[in-house]
């Protein structure tokens, strides 16, 4: 055993690395049980154990949402760059097994299974060589501590939640009740402000808690300041992106066009940008908005994403009740 895993079997219960060397025992034993699964002999056993491995993505979402901004606070920008084009790159494989799976193409499967074993393989050498052993380096135990509310959001492939890090128990507390101070890379000045009409800071909390779309707020520095924490989320968000620059709160594949946008917006030759694509069997509507004060200067961008397919359903009218 090196002496890195030794440490981790030293921290204490629920430490975040603890927790993802933890879900690295489960990854392995479900890959050993993925390579021995035979698809056409049996393929309800293979397709469970292949969708026990697709939450894998909860996984995902905790570093690019969790472990990766707060190494970025630290200086370390690389994971946020490599390693999320590798969870991409995964993510697609994953997604071309799924339509294999759902054709019962069992000749497909046992093509393309093997590139996901070994990338999945691949991927967690890299975490346990480098990626695990800076962050153990570069990050402080202030910062492990604020790790498990954020992570709770995001979710763990284990069968059994986590216990608290560090252990003590208390009453979750929403990050707009979370009175902490900490050192943020923009101004809280002016933080409640309402051009028509008096609510409580309650009040908005609970009306934009109620929307029923996600929405993200980058300032007129690139830094995330806000998103909404709604029931029913289109993408993944957590505390940890408060603070973050909005370069790395996307996949590198999409990078450049975000920074065009918010380029275009604070030049001020665009005001709005909107997308819509297929995602996980939904339709899914994203729109940018230039945000801007009296005097029109820029003051950041507005990001909001909603789940459509049921609204592009909508035919003819309706204009009663049917509540039975």
């Not at 093997?114 to 052993?133: A, N, Q, T, V």
């Not at 003590?168 to 933080?191: C, V």
């Not at 929405?215 to 505390?239: M, Q």
């Amino acid at each position: 055993m090196n002496s890195f895993l030794s440490e981790i079997e030293k921290l204490p219960e629920g430490h975040p690395v603890k927790v993802y060397y933890q879900e690295s025992e489960l990854i392995q034993e479900l890959l050993s049980e993925l390579y021995e699964a035979d698809a056409v002999k049996d393929f309800q056993k293979y397709f469970n154990i292949f969708n026990q491995l697709t939450t894998i993505e909860k996984r995902f979402a905790r570093k690019e949402n969790q472990l990766f901004p707060y190494l970025e606070k630290h200086g370390w920008n690389g994971p946020s760059r490599g390693m999320w084009s590798f969870h991409d790159n995964l993510r697609d494989q994953i997604r071309l097994l799924n339509t294999y799976n759902a054709e019962r193409n069992t000749s497909k499967i046992s093509e393309n299974l093997p590139y996901l074993i070994e990338g999945i393989k691949r991927l967690l050498i890299i975490e346990d060589m480098r990626l695990f052993p800076n962050a153990m380096q570069i990050l402080s135990e202030a910062d492990w501590e604020e790790f498990y509310e954020g992570d709770e959001e995001m979710g763990w492939m284990l069968l059994q939640k986590p216990k608290p890090y560090p252990a003590i128990e208390s009453e979750y507390i929403h990050p707009s009740k979370d009175f902490t101070e900490r050192d943020l890379p923009f101004s809280l000045e002016d933080t409640f402000h309402y051009d028509e009409g008096y609510m409580t800071p309650n009040q908005v909390n609970l009306l934009l808690r109620y929307l029923p779309v996600d929405i993200t707020y980058v300032d007129e520095n690139d830094k995330v300041i806000f998103y909404n924490r709604g029931e029913d989320r289109v993408f993944p968000r957590s505390k940890g992106i408060i603070g973050r620059e909005v370069r790395f709160c996307h996949p590198p594949k999409s990078v450049d066009m975000v920074l065009r946008i918010v380029d275009e917006f604070r030049a001020g030759t665009k005001d709005v940008a909107e997308f819509w694509f297929n995602y996980r069997g939904q339709v899914i509507h994203i729109r940018y908005f230039a945000i801007r004060d009296n005097h029109k200067n820029y003051k950041g961008v507005i990001e909001m994403s909603q789940d459509v397919t049921e609204i592009q359903k909508l035919k003819g009218e309706k204009r009663l009740l049917d509540w039975d």
